[in-house]
């Protein structure tokens, strides 16, 4: 027996030896509807058979109910071979054991008397105990015989044992008020306490469930809380996994459906009800949509209540409502939905609330739906419902005749996949590129359909009707002529030649239109012309402007009119509030794109891990198909931030991703092609780094985005150029970005630009240069570039002698360096390097293995391979410790040995004898690390 039902056993075992000793008992046990009633009676009906008395038992059957002596006959079926003449009896009286629908039996109130008779006699014999559950079941004659036994009980060796359902306010026939008016002992049997809840739901040595997931599901009604621990036995057997133990199962939603089903046919409906209205049930609306009184809705309410299911009108768990609407057929859910929909709108209820009825119902019931379902859309947006709105404006898109209205819900559509997946909304576009070409769209319903071509590089097919929009003069469209402009900017540049860039007299929408379209034409020319102070006004104006009203494009290319002014902090703080926003309303497609902005401003300040970690979680929000040629801009920053780290396999990986071939002619394939730059001078490959910055600066021109913010490829050119030991074309491609307006006006780039000028220079002259580009980097907050700069000043201060200096400026290089967790590589101004292959395992190497390392890691793995300590080996080479240690690490890792003693069989004796000059030098005692990474970006 569990524990929630002890007590009462106790108390009915009082009961049962009183009437051993001759003093018969009737004990009354009510309770609301499965709550434990059948169970109680069945433990007692055990107990009282292993106590050796006789045990006669029945059940109350709705069907049976005006079927005279029903229970009786069921009682005599069940009864043993010491009760055989009651069966007798009945069966000589023709009242043979209903089993189901039949021809009705003949009345057989004149055997009363006699049955009673008979059950006394019995009683004189041996003590009985008559179990008999759901008594308001019970027909009139099976209730006579009770009664009858009722008023002859005192003296008897009898307990009468009933059950009935606990329906307060609700009239009882009289023969059963008679009988359960004064019972010996009455058992009321309540709710599951939490405790007990938990005790059953853990089982027998099981550990204890929280209980208030447990009571959440049960609400302590007994027959739910031995389901659920059934499903949790079930889910522990076949290795369920902890936290998915409070999970309901297929014993539980059973429970659910036999609560609302075996007691009474009126709680089946009201329960679908109830589950279809969610947190609009109520009474009267209830009773409304089933067509009912709401008398027998309000009690069936009430019984649903005392029952544990519900709680103020509502499921009091949501696996309780999805249980009985799984149970509803699927074409009376719909019509419960539709019913449901028009109760709602007549009332005025939300319009959120009205659409989620008729998408649930599948179809729409008139017009007053299809504007539901399309403002419910605009709704759902504005909550971050995405998924929501897509079922609107489908359904509605389903279910409308006329097809102009239908091709602006297909213009909706792709409106809501560019939020959260723009490859979604290709199955939209044919029959739209028909009315585009047949020239039926209006400007502005036209730009979603253009911009997704342009994002999927398909340019030439976008040409035709972007040339018409480019004419475009009325000021209803000059906003929608605004942010294609921008789109195709972002993505292509501002080459003159293009489309939306016609030399005729067409009025400029600068000079027209509203003020958020004169913000959205300032900022537009800003690869090739750069930011100025109305375009930082303008993307500061447009930054201001609600979310859903602002293209993503317009959006980057406000934040990168901020970056390229190098007003860093306003651009952290708008690009933090708008992904912040975006997020809260489910904009998928803002927040990857405002990610890679993001990611650029913790490249800029030399945040390599924040970088990293943003440009991939912009990278997984869309799927390649979405990205399109926008691709080229997360992987631009994760190929720099990798590099930066020295974490060269990753940044292959990145650069071995396939990308669209259309890229390559975008904005996208110009800083991709940086980035690889990058990654190639990193791993000592300047030829090829060379390539791709030779590349960067015929794209650059070509599409006129020659912006260093955008890719400083001069500088980055020059560093390779640097790298093969040519000065003379290095010194002239540095002092033309000098010249460059972008250049002047940009602090970082210039201070950049400084650096590698003095790496051209004698030791006197690249003093003055280095200090002005620390100063530069400083206020521009460039701490990767800021610790280069650093570095090579140390390095000019010790060749000139200045040892103390140099430490000081070396110390604060390592700071910077390892807050920015860069890579250490030697300084500009060295010993160009021999061109290299890419690298590979060491045991691929063409028998070199010294070429899976990188400068520094060699120089480090010939001195430790000749024995020289960790300590000796940073005097000399001027790094820390640390770094010594750290380029261990990897040295060990790429040669594949496992102590520096297994150094010298992987070092051929030829590379030593050509570096002897690494190892003679002197070392320089004292002398702290010098940081520097691979290059600028």
Known sequence: MQIERRSALASVEESLEESLSGRGQLVLASGVIAGGKTRLLAEISRHADESGTLLLTATGVREEHDLDLAAICHMAANAPAAASALRKIVELAGGNTPSGPGPVRPALDHLVPSVSALLLELARDTPVVIAVDDLHFLDQAS??????????????????????????????????????????????????????????????GGPPMPAADVYALTGGNPLLTHALAADLRAGQAGGAASGSRTAAGPHYRQAVLDCVSRWDPQLMP???????????????????????????????????????????????????????????????????????????????????????????????????????????????????????????????????????????????????????????????????????????????????????????????????PMQAISRATSPADARAVAELKLSFDLIYGSRPTDPLHPAGDAPSPSSSGDQWTRALTAIEPLWPQGATEETIRSAEYILQGPLEDTLPEAGAVALLTLCSADQHKRAAFWSTSLYEEAVRRGATTWQAIIGCVRASLALQRGDLVAAEAQASAALDMLSPQSWGVLIGFPLTHLLLANTGMGRHDVAAGFLERVVPEEMHDTVFGLVYLHARGHYHLAVGLPLAAASDFEQCGVLAKARNIDNPSLAPWRNDLAQALLRQGQRKKARRLIEEQLRHPGGRLQPRTRGVSLRLLAAVGSPAERVPHLTESIALLE???????????????????????????????????????????????????????????????????????????????????????????????????????????????????????????????????????????????????????????????
Request: glycine share 4%; aromatic share 2%; net charge positive.
């Open 143 to 204: 209730l006579r015989v009770l009664l009858y036994l009722r008023r002859r009980l005192a003296t008897t060796s009898m307990l009468l044992v009933l059950s009935e359902w606990d329906r307060p306010g609700l009239p009882k026939r009289p023969l059963h008020a008679d009988l359960t008016r004064q019972p010996d002992r009455r058992i009321v049997l309540g709710p599951l306490s939490r405790a007990e809840v938990t005790h059953i739901a853990a089982g027998p």
């Open 270 to 464: 009201v329960a679908r009800a109830i589950a279809v209205l969610d947190e609009h049930a109520g009474p009267q609306l209830a009773a409304q949509l089933l067509d009912l009184q709401t008398e027998p809705v309000t009690e069936a309410l009430w019984n649903l209540t005392a029952a544990g299911l519900l709680t103020h009108h509502r499921f009091r768990h949501r696996e309780m409502a999805t249980a009985v609407l799984e149970s509803l057929p699927p074409e009376d859910a719909s019509r419960l939905h539709t019913r449901a929909a028009e109760l709602l709108y007549e009332q005025g209820a939300e319009t959120l609330d009205v659409a989620r009825h008729v998408i649930a119902s599948g179809r729409v019931p008139g017009r007053w739906a299809l504007r539901t379902l399309r403002h419910a859309a605009d709704h759902a947006l504005a909550a971050g419902d995405s998924e929501l709105a897509v079922r609107c404006l489908e359904l509605a898109m389903r279910n409308c005749e006329d097809e102009r209205e239908r091709r602006c819900y297909r213009m909706a559509l792709i409106q809501v996949a560019w939020r959260v997946n723009p490859s979604a909304a290709a199955r939209h576009l044919t029959p739209l590129q028909n009315a585009l070409r047949a020239g039926e769209l209006a400007p502005r319903d036209a730009v979603p359909l253009i911009r997704h071509l342009l994002w999927q590089g398909d340019r030439h097919t976008a040409l035709q």
């Open 779 to 937: 206020a521009a907050d460039a701490r990767l570039e800021l610790a280069r700069a650093l570095a090579d000043l140390s390095q000019a201060h010790r060749e000139m002698g200045d040892l103390s200096q140099a430490r000081l400026l070396a110390r604060r290089a390592d700071q910077e360096a390892k807050a920015c967790h860069a890579e250490v590589l030697p300084t500009l101004h060295t010993t160009a390097v021999p061109e290299r292959s890419h690298t590979r395992p060491a045991d691929q190497q063409d028998g070199n293995s010294m070429t899976a390392l990188s400068d520094a890691e060699r120089k480090v793995a010939m001195l430790a391979a000749l024995g020289h300590t960790n300590r000796e080996i940073g005097h000399r080479l001027f790094i820390t410790i640390s770094t010594v240690e750290q380029h261990l690490t990897r040295i060990y890792r790429k040669l594949k040995v496992r102590k520096r003693t297994d150094l010298l069989a992987k070092i051929p004796q030829p590379y030593l004898s050509e570096n002897s000059d690494v190892l003679d030098s002197p070392p320089a005692l004292g002398e702290r690390g010098r940081l520097h990474a691979s290059s600028s970006h």
